[in-house]
């Protein structure tokens, strides 16, 4: 327990001081203006010298200039964060991640003192709380670009990234998904999604099996992106995840849809300029519930995009032009939404044939 003493200066002003006596450390004595400030840096000092991770050979402003893991996620998630180009669903998994951190003792560890051992532990965790390897890597990920951001924009340049070679093997395939409704299963949801308080539920699920746009690409877009005379609706640079703007060309049903939610703002005398004017927590929650009421399993929203992407295969079997809708840049991203079964494959090919 440090020793703490009141001592007033010449020109009247008082400095307290804290002096800590630990075996295996030198002598420290450290002065603060006031009484709490002194207590909590002694405490702070000695509850770092019982974990082991106060360097007596630091620097000052390793010691005492914040240099705690806490301090720069907070920064992170103040500077950095709310620009991610993913969005509010970007930002919102993000903040999930690093709050985790911030609430496990990582947080509080010098960022000079923590190896890639301390990631590795606090990764087995998440892996033995049932975490999959992809979920894991991903939150690695989050924590790789904080450390790379204490290097870079904070000018901790002499700083290693203890997350290089923490992250997990994931066995080849494991992260692609290829999951379809039935029609059985397309017949629940949709009766499901009717139930939701919000029609724009089913209008939202609907629109996605349409356009293959991605969640944020719909919740987060305006009617100023849409042009129902023509017959498409824009994707711009600031929603694509591919930071590239897009057309996408309606179906008729898409085209319905819109027309549909166009009446019903009309109607309701709602004055907004979003398609769908849901949040995206709002969205989640009434997903989520209606997901339990249905009982499918494995089908998650971004599922309705392979559904989407193997339906307008059909109309543009070109990939190149499929790709432009879809807005992929790679045409082997591509192939995990685009299937074509051997049926129609075969079909195709008695036709050239027969011409």
Request: hydrophobic share 35%.
């Amino acid at each position: 327990m440090a020793s703490i003493q009141k001592r007033r200066l010449q020109d009247g002003s008082i400095r307290w001081i804290a002096q800590i006596n630990k075996k295996g450390y030198k002598r420290l004595n450290i002065t603060k203006n006031t009484k709490a400030a002194v207590e909590k840096a002694a405490r702070d000092i000695e509850v770092a010298m019982d974990n082991n991770t106060w360097d007596e050979f630091a620097s000052d402003e390793q010691k005492f200039g914040n240099t705690a893991l806490e301090y720069f996620i907070k920064l992170y998630l103040k500077e950095i964060t709310p620009h991610k180009k993913g969005g509010t669903s970007t930002i919102y998994n993000e903040t999930s991640v690093l709050n985790l951190i911030l609430n496990s003792p990582l947080a509080k560890m010098d960022i000079y003192r923590i190896k890639t051992g301390h990631i590795i532990g606090i990764r087995n965790q998440w892996r033995d709380k049932g975490n999959k390897a992809t979920t894991i890597n991903r939150k690695l990920t989050t924590l790789h670009d904080v450390f790379k951001h204490i290097r870079t924009t904070w000018k901790h340049e002499g700083l290693t990234n203890p997350v290089q070679g923490s992250k997990l093997k994931v066995p080849t395939g494991t992260a692609e998904r290829n999951r379809a409704l039935s029609d059985a299963e397309l017949l629940t949801l949709r009766k499901e999604l009717d139930d939701c308080k919000s029609p724009y539920m089913r209008w939202m699920f609907d629109l996605a099996l349409e356009t293959a746009a991605r969640r944020r690409e719909l919740l987060e877009n305006s009617w100023s992106n849409v042009n129902l005379p023509d017959g498409w609706i824009c994707i711009p640079a600031t929603l694509s995840k591919t930071r590239k703007e897009r057309l996408i060309p309606l179906t008729p049903k898409a085209h319905s849809i819109l027309k549909d939610i166009q009446a019903y703002q009309e109607r309701q005398f709602l004055k907004s300029s979003r398609l769908i004017p849901i949040t995206i927590k709002s969205f989640e929650e009434a997903w989520k519930k209606t997901m339990l009421r249905s009982k499918i399993k494995n089908f998650q929203f971004r599922d309705t995009r392979h559904m989407a992407a193997t339906m307008l295969s059909n109309i543009y079997p070109k990939m190149q032009d499929l790709a432009k809708i879809t807005g992929h840049d790679k045409l082997d991203t591509l192939l995990i939404y685009y299937e074509e079964t051997i049926e129609n494959q075969v079909r195709s090919m008695q036709q050239h044939f027969n011409k």
